[in-house]
DNA sequence: ATGCCTTTGTGAACGCGTGCACAAAGATAG
DNA sequence: CTATCTTTGTGCACGCGTTCACAAAGGCAT
């Protein structure tokens, strides 16, 4: 299971595309707000602005779902509301589990916004002896010795993982077989699952290295010119010290 | 400043695709993988299963960086590891600064993970006065009146932002203001930056809300055909109650 | 009732990203 | 030195996502 099969071009999302899906969840913040300030419609205009995306983008994204816009006037907040959260099946109530109770799964476990939209914590699981029992955000720490019993007894589809990195497979691989069929991966570390599992990752590192590349591309920028040749190290913005040690004697070619 | 202008074709990054610099970051963790095991080269097949990809993504992603393969061979690990490394930026420090040491901000401050590629945090700051000379994960707390001075004097090009959704705004206009140029904001609110300024966004809720339509769309496939018509409380993956208190009573049309 | 004015919904064009498939490159063996 | 074999680098085609631009729809004023 879970060889090198990374074909998946099988079940498309009921026409919903992917990219739609990953921007629902941005409106449907964006509608919330204007429900809470009592808002009765807003135009394409507005809530794209209000999510930070093109009016036609958000249209056309709309109209996969259907037709719930009155030309002339807008979108009815409240029904839109209701509508998205049900395309996103966020009208019912997803247990979550999350393995690995340290800084990150104990901040996790403390975040407010969780249970905000129907989701809710309903098991901490830690494989650490010493913290079985503790209260952590007034949830008692289960050992992982029973993980299996845990996610089936409360029927967790969705797992949390913030174990180090060493263990992120293997314990991915126990709730899998628990039942759980989608993954949110805190842990920096390719998973394998079986198909028919979801796997999202947070990667903390990667998106601080993805503003570095930028970053230093501003920075390249502004003394422009010269490209190759030089060591890279003029505009450097924190004028700490440069390369150092990291330098290989290896070149092939 | 930062009105509506979201056009942005100006300066494509020099060539490099944005979907390569996203992967690179994961080819250099799997390279460092290698390294550490002291292999000499690598295929770009076993590469790329190590990470995560197709081998012919990755060889169309290296060959944007150069021709740094050799045929017949591979890659050789140390020297790919440094050549993606500078194309990152990692081969100069970057200081970065943490606004808002709550749960999520200490648990960011104490993660080892930061300082291994070349980021360092260099300041911790919160608005809380309570907090000011607290030491979290050895470094001191500092007041946001400061916030200027701080980023100034550590040459902070980078912020990250884990402050309450509703201080997110005003504390990235206060971190452009002192010369921030990138940012990584956790908390769930769009953020409004000036032509220049690179904002990425990790948002635990978007992520959970696309598992949980993938979820559904899982669970209604099994009970599949009626699609419209019926209430969706049929294959409730929790069995807890259903929709409550948030179907709305306006229907337009 | 009629016409105007606003806004939706979408057809169509375009550009980016992905994956296939293969020729060229080079290492290695004989 | 030549042949063979492995693996890169990339031309090409395809599909997805984005954006433009506009006709159709419907509210609203008169
Ligand atoms: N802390 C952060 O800000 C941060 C940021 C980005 C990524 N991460 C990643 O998140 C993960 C957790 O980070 P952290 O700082 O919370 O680490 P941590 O060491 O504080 O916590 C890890 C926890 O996992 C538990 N654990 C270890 N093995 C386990 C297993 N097999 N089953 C169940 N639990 C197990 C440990 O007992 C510990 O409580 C790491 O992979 C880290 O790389 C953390
Ligand atoms: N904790 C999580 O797991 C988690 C997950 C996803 C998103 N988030 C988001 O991250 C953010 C922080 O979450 P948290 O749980 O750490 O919250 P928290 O309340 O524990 O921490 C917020 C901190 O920000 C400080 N602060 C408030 N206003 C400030 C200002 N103007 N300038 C500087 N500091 C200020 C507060 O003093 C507090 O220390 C929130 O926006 C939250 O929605 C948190």
Redesign the pocket.
Known sequence: MATGRTHRPAT?SRGI????VARLPLYLRALTALSERSVPTV???ELATAAG?????L??D??YLG?????????DVEYLVYQISRELGLTQDWPVAIVGIGNLGAALANYGGFASRGFRVAALIDADPAMAGTPVAGIAVQHTDDLDRIISDNGVSIGVITTPPGAAQQVCDRLVAAGVTSILNFAPTVLSVPEGVDVRKVDLSIELQILAFHEQRKAGEDAAAEDEGAPPMRATPAGRKGPDGDMPAVMPA
């Open positions: 498309r595309p992917e990219a739609t135009s394409s205009e995306v093109n009016s036609a983008k249209r056309k709309f109209s037709s719930y816009g009155t030309r002339g006037v807008g979108y």
